[in-house]
């Protein structure tokens, strides 16, 4: 019997694309599931949102600062000479059916992409997921992140209205506390002193096809390679690091994903409903000799002007030059230190533990709990700068004087991190006692039993098969001294050794195969087969 016309077509199609091996190979993958995958999944689909809502919003903005008179349907600022970048947005707003609707919801899909992009890298860090084979990917991650937030930031800055211009102003000052050359550097991009008439077209260039094309292209190889890697998975029952444990992408994990995609643009949606965001005709036109009270940049951009709010004012004057370390340190200097430290971590760690395996098995945090401690202590520093970047609103909200908070955040930078490390790491330690507990003498029932002597003790019923085989595994490194030689056969130096001992020197012994077995025959937990059976890995 000859072929259908069905069956004709996809004949055709595949004859010419290799379809069916692509196919074979690809759709039956297997993805593990976990709510924390879809942090990255979250950050994928608003940036669909912001490329299809963009794209509307290019029919109608006009990125010019030539000089107009409004006269459009807002009264308040009827007559008001304004950029045609600023008059156009207003249009969008008031008169392009929907204008308003895309607009919000555009502002709110940049504001969600880049804090899932930031909780998804820190899922990625706290549980190990950059480590071999998936560094590039950490790499390609950190350039996602970085061009976000310029994307944002250039974003932001294009409908040229007093608060837009007040971040514009703030970036120049950064650019200008470049030592030396800040003063070059601001002429060459706003092609003059700040604010001139190029920045808005030229932001314009950068936000609608420099930076998306980049963006698409790191998204397709951040993708990729993914698929090329596998995902990781949590450890559990059944879960290895040679398997994959999950759903198959064609037909469950497809309709997860999809499903999830309307799921994310319906809740975008709505929030560009209901939610009021960024009312520039509220603000007004940009002009550089006036600021808007209470001017906050969108959330990812509140950090740095943190770190300038409340760096004390320290300037030199050598020869004709200017040093302004009240915004060079914090601005520039503290952004390079971040995504230094960033793309540095995986390296370190693996310099450090000295591992060369794949790992494919996530860590749970606990187990880890150097790394989760700086990670808290960094998230902490961050949030301290953050705060500052409010210093103003604190003070109006709470009747504090500005001065004070902003000493206190000077002094706060530095100590709440070191607390967050202290107390996180105590925390990660007790966990990981409590599992070691729990492993080898079963969970406390909450049965108190009276012996024939009087005495009482709590009866401890055995965990379950599937909750020993995650407790079990995870990988331990030792910590070795100084001149012996580890198991790739390298003398471990002084520094290195002494790095060691602050990252490992806290581990709470890992439960050995001998544990297992005399917690077997202890009385308490006789009959449990649990602890016995569960696998030891390393
Ligand atoms: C405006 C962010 C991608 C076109 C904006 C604004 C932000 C932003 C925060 C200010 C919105 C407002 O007026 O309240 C982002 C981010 C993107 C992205 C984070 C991607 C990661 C795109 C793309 C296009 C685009 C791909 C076009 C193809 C525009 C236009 C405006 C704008 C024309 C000015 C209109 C206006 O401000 O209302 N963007 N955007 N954007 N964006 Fe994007
Ligand atoms: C995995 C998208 C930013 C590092 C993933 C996944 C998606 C994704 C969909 C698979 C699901 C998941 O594990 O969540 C994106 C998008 C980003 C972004 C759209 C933003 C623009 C980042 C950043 C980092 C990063 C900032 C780190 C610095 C990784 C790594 C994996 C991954 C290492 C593999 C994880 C694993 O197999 O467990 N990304 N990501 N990504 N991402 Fe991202």
């Not at 807002?74 to 008031?94: C, H, I, N, R, V």
């Not at 005709?281 to 740095?304: C, H, I, R």
């Not at 005495?455 to 055995?462: G, L, R, T």
Request: net charge neutral; proline share 6%; with cysteine.
């Amino acid at each position: 019997k000859p072929p259908g016309r069905g069956m004709r077509i996809v004949n055709w199609h595949d004859d010419r694309l290799g379809l069916a091996k692509i196919g074979k190979e690809n759709l039956r993958k297997v993805f593990p599931d976990h709510w924390s995958f879809l942090l990255g999944e979250i950050a994928l689909y608003s940036f669909v949102v912001l490329l299809l809502t963009g794209v509307f919003l290019t029919i109608w903005f006009k990125p010019s600062m030539a000089e107009v008179d409004y006269t459009g349907p807002y009264q308040l600022l009827k007559g008001t000479p304004m950029s045609e970048a600023f008059a156009s947005t207003l249009d969008l707003s008031f008169e392009v059916r929907g204008g308003l609707l895309i607009r919000q919801i555009h502002h709110w899909a940049a504001i969600l992409f880049v804090a899932a992009a930031t909780v998804h890298m820190l899922r990625i860090f706290f549980t190990g997921a950059f480590r071999k084979p998936r560094e590039i990917n950490w790499l390609i991650g950190l350039g996602l992140f970085m061009l976000a937030m310029v994307e944002g930031f250039a974003g932001y800055s294009l409908p040229d209205d007093l608060l837009s211009g007040t971040g514009l102003r703030f970036a120049d000052g950064l650019m200008r506390a470049i030592p030396l050359v800040g003063t070059w550097v601001e002429f060459f991009v706003f092609n003059g002193e700040f604010p001139g008439t190029a920045i808005v077209p030229r932001l314009y260039m950068v936000h609608i096809l420099l930076i998306p094309a980049l963006l698409l292209g790191l998204v397709a190889a951040h993708l990729a390679l993914v698929v090329y890697h596998k995902h990781t998975q949590y450890p559990g029952p059944g879960r290895t690091e040679k398997n994959v444990v999950g759903y198959p992408l064609f037909p469950v994990y497809a309709a997860k994903a999809g499903g999830f995609f309307f799921v994310v643009f319906g809740v975008l949606t709505l929030m560009g409903t209901f939610l009021q965001i960024n009312p520039v005709w509220k603000f007004g036109p940009y002009n550089p000799g006036e600021v808007t009270a209470g001017s906050q940049p969108d959330w990812y951009m509140g950090w740095l002007e943190g770190a300038v709010r409340i760096t004390p004012n320290w300037e030199w004057h050598i020869g004709h030059t200017t040093w302004s370390w009240n915004i060079f340190l914090p601005g520039v200097c503290l952004m390079g230190v971040l995504f230094t430290l960033l793309v540095a971590w995986p390296f370190v760690e693996r310099w450090i533990t000295g591992d060369e395996s794949e790992h494919h098995l996530l860590d749970r945090p606990r187990n880890v709990p150097t790394r989760t401690a700086l990670g808290v202590a960094a998230m902490s520093c961050y949030a301290m700068f953050w705060l500052s970047g409010a210093n103003d609103i604190i003070a109006t909200h709470f009747h504090l004087s500005l001065n004070s908070i902003t000493y206190f955040m000077r002094g706060a930078i530095f100590v709440v991190p070191i607390i967050a490390y202290q107390i996180t790491k105590r925390i990660c330690v007790a966990l990981q006692r409590a599992d070691r507990q729990r492993l080898l003498h079963g969970s406390p029932s909450g049965e108190i039993i009276r012996e024939p002597n009087g005495a009482f003790h709590e009866a401890h019923v055995p965990i379950s098969d599937d909750e020993a085989w995650t407790l079990t595994q995870q990988k331990t490194y030792p910590v070795l001294a100084a001149g012996s030689i580890d198991d790739r056969g390298r003398k471990v130096s002084k520094k290195r050794a002494r790095w060691m001992k602050w990252f490992l020197g806290d581990n709470v012994p890992k439960v050995t195969r001998e544990e297992l077995d005399a917690a077997r025959h202890h009385a308490e937990i006789g009959s449990s087969r649990s602890a016995t059976q569960a696998e030891i890995t390393d």
